[in-house]
């Protein structure tokens, strides 16, 4: 029997969900010192960059037909692939669990109760939309997104309707350390966007709808934390939506794009499982992740997430910079290999590369340029993959290139 394909409209509607989400509306209101007009510049530049680097991911796996930890064995061999798969089930168990913390304690700042409780909830509805499973979420996904795109509306209208700024406190930022903010988010989609890219009908026009979904939705929920904070001084947005009024409307802006953002991240845990070992069952590891999420987010602090992401960055930006030349440049795999060490040691030297540049621009009197890091690091890792190959003489074809 023939396998279903998903059209570009259903990728579509699963990056909305991704990017309607409590932790993007959060990192937003960090751009509120910048200034509307200059956060805006950098909330929009940040996001076109992450979003080619997302687009070229997908890409990959929607012509492979491969999932994302399927497509890192292309350049990075067997066990390099699994080595991957296991730091992408790290990231995206701790994702779970931030996603989680961040809209347990939104609902219970809207209704009473302790953040406890709404941990399990959102726990609980994750765990029944991957028993549903991403092919049969069509109507349900629907019928969520029309709901939170109507109230996310609703909640611009409220908080930029006639005020006037207030004056904003806080650490302010580099205009090129505020770019990097704002492409860490599509950065942390990197390694599982190919999960569903792989299933769809059309490659390119489903990756493209997908990439330009998210980036768009993504920046729209950036402008309404850095809005919030501006326009009406309130940092927690879960109290400028009960003083909105919205209480009902509030819980289910949270709750559902909670679930919809999350789903994904276990629903690739479990995906990248199998990457590892096929005896897992994905769906059983999904559930699992999420189960672990849900502990996690229940017991620890995660209010200041964005050492997380750089941490992302620093592992993820440099492993898609060699998959990018090794396929759209080189047109090499080295799937036949159990570990490509060439490749596996300019990753670690992109790495490395990252974190230097990351500790200067943090240093008293560093530089950050204009683009961020992560663009600079991609260029120069995908550069010196390329001139290796080049003056050694060996990259062999990938087999969609032989046909």
């Not at 680097?53 to 930890?69: H, K, N």
């Not at 066990?79 to 779970?96: D, E, P, R």
């Not at 992302?312 to 898609?320: K, L, T």
């Amino acid at each position: 029997m023939e396998e279903k394909r998903t059209s570009a409209f259903e990728n579509a509607l699963i990056w909305f969900g991704a990017g309607v989400s409590i932790a993007e509306i959060i990192t937003g209101t960090y751009f509120a010192p910048l200034g509307f007009k200059t956060g805006l510049l950098a909330i929009l530049l940040g996001h076109l960059i992450g979003g080619i680097m997302m687009f070229l991911a997908g890409l990959i796996g929607a012509r492979t037909r491969l999932c994302a930890m399927d497509t890192v064995k292309l350049s990075f061999g067997s066990a390099g692939g699994s080595m991957f798969a296991v730091l992408n089930i790290m990231q995206l168990v701790g994702w779970t669990a931030i996603m989680i913390y961040d809209g347990s304690l939104a609902c219970a700042g809207i209704f009473s109760g302790g953040a406890w409780i709404w941990c399990l909830v959102i726990g609980a509805l994750i765990a029944l939309w991957i028993v549903i499973g991403i092919k049969n979420l069509g109507k349900v996904n629907t019928v969520a997104m029309a709901a939170l795109f109507i109230l996310t509306i609703i909640l611009c209208r409220i908080i930029f309707s006639g005020s006037a700024p207030v004056s904003v406190s806080g650490e302010g930022m580099s205009f090129g350390a505020a770019v990097e903010l704002a492409v860490a988010m599509p950065l942390s989609w990197l390694p599982l966007i190919s999960d569903y890219t792989r299933e769809a009908e059309k490659p390119v026009r489903a990756t493209l709808a997908s990439v330009v979904t998210y980036i768009l939705v993504s920046c729209w929920m950036y402008v309404i934390g850095m809005g919030a904070a501006i326009f009406t001084g309130e940092s927690d947005i879960a109290q400028i939506m009960l003083k909105a009024g919205l209480s009902i409307a509030a819980l289910i802006i949270v709750v559902f794009s909670t679930v919809t953002t999350t789903f994904l991240d276990a629903f690739s845990a479990g995906i990248s499982c199998q990457a590892v070992t096929a005896r897992i069952n994905g769906k059983y590891a999904a559930l699992a992740v999420t189960a672990v999420g849900t502990a996690a987010a229940m017991i620890w602090p995660m209010d200041n997430i964005t050492g997380f992401l750089y941490l992302i960055g620093s592992v993820f930006a440099p492993m898609i910079a060699v998959q990018a030349a090794d396929y759209f440049i080189l047109h090499r795999d080295s799937c036949g290999k159990t570990l490509d060490v060439p490749n596996l040691v300019i990753w670690l030297a992109g790495l490395v590369l990252y974190r230097l540049l990351m500790s200067f621009a943090g240093a008293p009197g560093g530089y950050t340029s204009p683009v961020g890091y992560t663009a600079v690091d991609m260029v120069v890792t995908s550069l010196v993959c390329v001139a290796y190959r080049k003056l050694t003489g060996a990259h062999p074809a990938h087999a969609e290139a032989k046909q």
